[in-house]
């Protein structure tokens, strides 16, 4: 049994130590948002919160968040729209959708640590890969969640 916290519900989860997160997720827990892109840590569409730090979560093995606490695109929001989610639904930013929790998942993440990112700070932080080519949208969105988030404050 590993012990993980997931959306802030403390779980005891019993598979092979070296699964995947992504794959206990999907598998184990229900959890279908969190996508499966590459399988490589390259695309991003697996991201997820980690103790607040955002990880690919296909090239982590559960045995590595024991004990830690595990954020997906379900928990982002909690009660209500994350600022993130709302400005993408705001700006319209999916085409086939596929890729966005990762990148609003990574979006969640840069804002925390730059509430007021530059063009060349997101494009630095967001390194997922969108196949429709949303970048400018997102990009968009990215600015628009931080005016969200400080409008909250």
């Known amino acids: 049994m590993i012990p993980v916290t997931i959306n802030g519900e403390r779980r ?12 206990v997720l999907r598998e184990d827990l229900a959890l279908v948002g969190t996508k499966y892109g590459c399988g490589v840590a390259a695309c991003g569409a697996c991201t997820v919160h980690v103790d ?20 997906t695109i379900e928990g982002l929001g909690g009660d209500r729209l994350h600022a993130v989610q709302a400005a993408w ?7 086939c959708g596929y890729c966005q929790p990762g990148f ?5 993440a840069l804002l925390r640590d730059t509430p007021k990112p530059t063009d060349a700070e997101i494009d630095a ?3 997922n890969i969108c196949r429709c080519g949303t970048y400018q949208s997102i990009r968009k969105a990215v600015h628009r969640a931080a005016a969200l988030m400080e409008a909250r404050r």
């Open 12 to 23: 005891e989860i019993e598979v092979e130590p070296d699964k995947p997160l992504l794959w």
């Open 52 to 71: 607040g730090q955002a990880m690919r979560s296909c090239s982590v093995p559960l045995e590595q968040v024991a004990g830690r606490e595990v954020v």
């Open 89 to 95: 639904i705001e700006l319209q930013v999916p085409q």
């Open 104 to 108: 609003m998942m990574a979006t969640a």
């Open 125 to 127: 932080a967001l390194t």
